[in-house]
Structure formats: structure tokens, C-alpha cells
């Protein structure tokens, strides 16, 4: 897992390096963790594709959650648990879709409670992250996070349940990679990841965002058979 921790108190920092390192031992995990003091720092580094983002939210100059939300901007998926010493701005996490938060002064087990969730959900997301390059910037997206891609001119359209980017891009290339991790090709157009998949009427497949996409008369016969193996536990 890499991990990026915000804390401008020095000795936070070296609580949680010592509490992170022996999450990391007694879970036989591998943590890479990078920490910065202020916001200003972690943004000019910041690169999407992170595990696990930790960060203060009281901070001098650039806050916590003002960093969140510029961070949000690149990377809408990494996790996000906040630090912070007075529970009212706990309250704020939310705004950025934070995964949860601590209240200081941080203790182990607290800490251990909030990683055993944020591992969780990392495995939940399990796959292959996915760069996208738009044009206000580089994206990271988790596959497991990708409801279907789509070609739409020429490019290709990734959706996902909060918003969508558009990249130039091979369908069929994407089909080769994500094949494993139970991605279908259902048309010429549409490449769907099945555990969208809500239900099936006719020749249209029915996600759980609400969206309706139709299958081809020349792909039914292998998106049944696919569909069938997923939701049998054998795919």
C-alpha cells in the first residue's frame, strides 16, 4: 500500500510512523508512506494513484480540507481519512467524500480500526488503476470503480457512478486487459464491468446507476454465458 500522510506536529508524524509500521508488521502488509507538513507541499507532489491518503485538518496556511478538495480534483477515488483534535470538523470530511476520520490525540487501536476499513475497501476496488489523461489533467481510475467504457468519436468514455472522462484509447485493447477482472464486451460500442449489472431485459442489460445499454445480436450468446458464470461464482 502507498500511503501519503499530512501532519504538520512532529511528533504525530512519528506516532502514526510507529503505529503505521506496526499495523503493517502484524498484518504482514507493505506500507510506502510519504509525509509532508503542509498542504502547499503535498500538492506540488501529489501524483494520482495513491492507496490511502492521511491528513491533518488544522494546518497552517493551505487546510487540510482545502487540500482535499484540490486533491479531489485529480484523484476521486483514493480514501480519505482525516485527523483532526476537535470532532466538529470531522463533520467536514464528508464534503470530499471522506472515508472516515480521527480524533487526536491518535491512538493505535483507533488507528488500526480506520486501516482494517480503508484495506477493505482497497481490496473491494481490487484490480488495475487506469490513467486518463482529460483536458484539465491526468486522472487515475480504479477499475472496480468503472461502470462501463464507452466510444463515443473516437475516444473512449469512461463512466463511473459520480462522473465520467473521455480519453483517446483502444476498446479493444481495454477489452484484452480487463477481460480477467469481469469486464464484457456486449457491443461494438460499450465494454461493461458486470458488477454494475442490475438485471437483463430482452437485449438490454440494466445497470445499477439506472443506465441501459444494448447488447448486440452477435455478442448476446457470450455476454449470457458471462453474466451467467458471474453471478454463478465461477468467473
Not at 493551505?62 to 482535499?68: D, L, N, Q, R
Not at 480500526?113 to 491526468?138: F, H, P, W
Not at 463512466?159 to 484509447?169: A, I, L, M, P
Not at 480487463?178 to 464486451?185: E, I, Q, S, T
Request: proline fraction near 2%; charged fraction near 25%; include cysteine.
Amino acid at each position: 500500500m502507498q500511503i501519503v500522510c499530512l501532519e504538520d506536529e512532529a511528533a504525530v508524524r512519528q506516532a502514526l510512523k510507529q503505529h503505521l509500521e506496526r499495523y503493517a508488521a502484524e498484518h504482514h502488509l507493505e506500507f510506502t508512506v510519504e509525509y509532508y507538513d503542509t498542504g502547499e507541499k503535498l500538492m506540488q507532489n501529489y501524483r494520482p494513484g495513491w492507496d490511502l491518503v492521511l491528513l491533518d485538518i488544522r494546518l497552517p496556511g493551505m487546510s487540510g480540507m482545502k487540500t482535499a478538495r484540490e486533491l479531489r480534483k485529480t484523484d476521486t477515488g483514493v480514501p480519505l481519512i482525516f485527523i483532526t483534535s476537535l470532532a466538529q470538523y470531522a463533520l467536514q470530511s464528508y464534503e470530499v467524500d471522506a472515508l472516515d476520520f480521527l480524533l487526536k490525540p491518535v491512538t493505535y487501536a483507533e488507528l488500526s480500526l480506520k486501516l482494517d476499513k480503508a484495506v477493505r475497501v482497497i481490496r473491494g476496488r481490487a484490480g488495475c488503476r487506469i490513467s486518463v489523461g482529460t483536458r484539465d489533467g491526468l486522472h487515475v481510475l480504479y477499475s472496480g470503480d468503472i461502470t462501463y467504457i464507452e466510444v463515443q468519436n473516437h475516444d473512449l468514455c469512461y463512466h463511473t457512478e459520480q462522473t465520467s472522462y473521455q480519453d483517446r484509447g483502444s476498446l479493444s485493447h481495454l477489452e484484452k486487459q480487463l477481460a480477467p477482472l469481469n469486464f464484457v464486451r456486449i457491443s461494438v460500442c460499450y465494454l461493461v464491468n458486470l458488477k454494475f449489472v442490475q438485471g437483463l431485459q430482452g437485449n438490454v442489460l440494466l445497470l445499477r446507476t439506472g443506465e441501459q445499454l444494448v447488447i448486440s445480436r452477435a455478442k448476446r450468446r457470450g455476454v449470457l454465458s458471462a453474466l451467467a458464470e458471474y453471478l454463478g461464482g465461477t468467473r
